[in-house]
C-alpha cells in the first residue's frame, strides 16, 4: 500500500481547520470509558475527537450530518475466501439447488450465457437431494467444451464433469468416489485439491478480476473495512494470493497463507501465516477429524492431514520466524492436534519461557466446530484465538441439523461453544468462511446471539465486539484500531436505524464505510484522507 503525506506548510502560516466532523444520532464507541456518543471527528486516518455535543468539537473544514443513523466501528471478517466469494456473486451460485433435476438446469442455464473455459459453481449440498446427482458425462452434455467444477457448500469436495476427470491429473489421487460404473464425479481430500488448482488455471484472469472487485465492494457495502483472506495452494494458489497480498483495495486485506513454507510471507513482508492450513476437513464431507466415529457412518472418524511431528516442526519454525500462525481443525482430534502440537513447542522452548513464548504469538485455530469442554483449559493456557463463524450454528445446527446427524445428540451438544469460550477469556473472533456462508456481519451477530438450542449463547454487545475488536486482536492490531477513540484509525461504519438495539439487526442497511478514514463505501466529504 502507498501512503501520500501532507504537503508542507510555509513557515510561519498556520493551518486552517481540517477534517470532517460525522455527526449521527448515536456513536458506538465500544470503548470503557465512553459508552456511546454522538458525533466523530475524522482527520486523516485518524478520529481526532469523539463527543456527546456536536457544537463542543474542534475546529473542522466539513460536516456530514448522518440523521437516522447509527456509527461504530468497521466490521472485521475474520475468516474468508475472497476470489471465490466473488465468483459464486457474479456466476453460478447453488445455494438454492434442491434436486439433481434442479442442478442439472442451473448448469445448463448458466452454461448458455458463460463465455468462460471453466463453469465453477458453488453451494452443491447434496443432502438436500433426493435423486442421484448428475453422471460425469451428463455433466460434459450440459456443459458443452467448458469443464465443470461444482464446489460443495464446505468446499471440501466438489462435483466435475468426465472432461476434468480426464484432465486433471486424478488417476492415483486420494479422494476419487466411485461407483459400480466407474467415478461418480464427486471429490474429496486431495482429489478435489487437484482439480481445483487444475480448474482455478483453466479460468480467464478477467472473470477472476471482476470476482475480486465484486467480493470486495460486497464486504465494504456491509460495512466491513477489514476481511482475513485465507489463500493457499489448495485454494486458489499464489497468483491470486498475491493479488491479494499486494493489490490496492478500498477495504483492509490480511493476507494468510495456508501452505507450510514460511519462505512465502517472509518473501512479501507479512506477519502471519496458516489460515486454511488444513489440519482436518469439514463435517459436511466426513472428512473432520473426530475421536470417536461419525454418529451416521460409524465406519469413519475423519482424517488428519498432517502428522504430529510435522506440524510440531512447523510451529517452532513459525516461532523462530516471528510469525503468527493460524490452522483449521474442526474436528476434537484435530483441535486435540493443533493443542498437543503448540504445548509440545513450549515444552521444547523451556527454559526460555516456553508457555509465554506460544502465548505471545497469539496463535490461531480457525472454526473449532467440535469443542469439547475438556479442551477450552487447555486452548486458554495456550493463548490460542478461536476464529470461529456463528452462521455454521444457524446453517447445521439445531435438533434434526447436519451436526446433530453427524456427531449423535451428546457431541453437539458443544459444537461452537462461544459462551464457554469466551467465559475462559479466550480471544474469540467472528468471520463468514465466505463463501460457504455469506459476508453478512449482522446475521453473524445474531446467529451468535440466537443459537438453535439456545445454549452457549452471547449478547449482542459481545457478539458485537467479537465481529469487531476480536478481528482486530487475532490479527494483533487492537493496539490502533478497533474501538472508536481519539488516536485510534478511522475505520468506522454508519447503518440505518440502529441495529445495535434492533430486535434484529440483520436487514441493517449500510450507508457508509470508511477505512483509514477514507470512504470505501457510500458518500461523505472526507478532503484530507491520505492515499493508502
Same mark, same amino acid.
Given at each position: ?188 481430500? #486431495?482429489?478435489? =485439491?487437484?482439480?481445483?488448482?487444475? $480448474? &482455478?488455471? !483453466?479460468?480467464?484472469? *478477467?472473470?477472476?478480476?471482476? /470476482?475480486? @472487485? ?102 517452532? #519454525?513459525?516461532? =523462530?520466524?516471528?510469525?503468527?500462525? $493460524? &490452522?483449521? !481443525?474442526?474436528?476434537? *482430534?484435530?483441535?486435540?492436534? /493443533?493443542? @498437543? ?192
Amino acid at each position: 500500500m502507498t501512503s501520500t503525506l501532507p504537503a508542507p506548510t510555509r513557515a510561519g502560516v498556520r493551518p486552517g481547520p481540517r477534517g470532517t466532523l460525522l455527526v449521527a444520532d448515536r456513536v458506538i464507541t465500544l470503548g470503557h470509558a465512553r459508552k456511546d456518543a454522538r458525533a466523530v471527528l475524522v482527520r486523516g486516518s485518524r478520529v481526532v475527537w469523539v463527543g456527546d455535543d456536536p457544537e463542543q468539537a474542534p475546529p473542522h473544514q466539513q460536516r456530514h450530518e448522518l440523521p437516522g443513523c447509527v456509527i461504530g466501528p468497521a466490521f472485521v471478517d475474520a475468516h474468508v475466501h475472497l476470489t471465490p466469494t466473488g465468483l459464486g456473486l457474479i456466476g453460478l451460485d447453488l445455494s438454492e439447488v434442491r434436486s439433481a433435476a434442479d442442478l442439472r438446469r442451473a448448469v445448463a442455464s448458466y452454461a448458455g450465457q458463460h463465455t468462460g473455459r471453466v463453469i465453477w459453481g458453488h453451494g452443491l449440498d447434496p443432502e438436500r437431494f433426493d435423486d442421484p446427482l448428475p453422471t460425469p458425462d451428463e455433466l460434459s452434455r450440459i456443459a458443452g467444451e467448458r469443464s465443470v467444477y461444482l464446489s460443495r457448500v464446505d468446499g471440501h469436495a466438489a462435483l466435475v464433469d468426465r472432461w476434468t476427470l480426464s484432465a486433471a491429473p486424478l488417476a492415483r489421487a486420494d479422494g476419487v468416489e466411485v461407483g459400480p460404473g466407474g467415478p461418480t464425479g464427486m471429490l474429496k481430500r #486431495e482429489a478435489n =485439491h487437484i482439480a481445483r488448482r487444475w $480448474a &482455478v488455471g !483453466a479460468m480467464e484472469s *478477467a472473470e477472476l478480476a471482476a /470476482a475480486r @472487485r465484486t467480493a470486495v465492494a460486497t464486504a465494504a457495502s456491509r460495512g466491513i473495512a477489514s476481511v482475513h483472506e485465507m489463500g493457499g495452494p489448495d485454494i486458489m494458489g499464489l497468483d491470486d494470493f498475491d493479488a491479494w497480498a499486494t493489490g490496492e483495495w478500498p477495504i483492509e486485506v490480511v493476507p494468510y497463507w495456508g501452505g507450510l513454507d514460511v519462505g512465502v510471507p517472509i518473501e512479501r513482508e507479512l506477519r502471519q501465516i496458516g489460515g486454511d492450513l488444513l489440519l482436518d476437513g469439514s463435517l459436511g464431507s466426513h472428512t473432520a477429524a473426530l475421536c470417536s466415529p461419525y454418529h451416521d457412518r460409524p465406519e469413519e472418524s475423519g482424517h488428519l492431514e498432517l502428522d504430529d511431528e510435522t506440524l510440531t516442526q512447523w510451529f517452532l #519454525e513459525v516461532t =523462530h520466524a516471528g510469525l503468527q500462525s $493460524a &490452522v483449521h !481443525a474442526i474436528g476434537d *482430534a484435530a483441535i486435540r492436534q /493443533a493443542i @498437543r502440537c503448540w504445548a509440545d513447542v513450549a515444552e521444547r522452548l523451556d527454559p526460555h519461557g516456553g508457555t509465554d513464548l506460544v502465548r505471545r504469538g497469539r496463535h490461531r485455530v480457525e472454526h473449532g466446530e467440535v469443542l469439547p469442554p475438556e479442551l477450552l483449559d487447555e486452548f486458554a493456557e495456550l493463548g490460542l484465538v478461536l476464529s470461529a463463524q456463528p452462521a455454521f450454528e444457524d446453517r447445521w445446527g439445531g435438533p434434526g441439523g447436519m451436526y446433530a446427524r453427524r456427531l449423535g445428540p451428546t457431541r453437539v451438544r458443544w459444537t461452537n461453544p462461544f459462551r464457554g469460550v469466551a467465559d475462559l477469556g479466550i480471544h474469540l473472533a467472528f468471520g463468514s468462511d465466505a463463501n460457504v456462508t455469506e459476508i453478512d456481519p449482522w446475521g453473524a451477530v445474531y446467529a451468535a446471539q440466537h443459537r438453535p438450542g439456545g445454549e452457549h449463547e452471547v449478547s449482542r454487545l459481545e457478539a458485537v465486539s467479537m465481529s469487531t475488536l476480536g478481528g482486530r486482536s487475532a490479527a494483533r492490531q487492537e493496539r490502533y484500531v478497533g474501538v472508536v477513540r481519539a488516536g485510534m484509525r478511522a475505520d468506522l461504519a454508519a447503518f440505518e436505524g440502529d441495529p445495535y438495539a434492533a430486535d434484529d439487526p440483520r436487514s441493517a442497511r449500510g450507508v457508509l464505510t470508511l477505512v483509514h478514514g477514507r470512504v470505501a463505501h457510500g458518500q461523505a466529504p472526507l478532503p484530507d484522507a491520505p492515499g493508502r
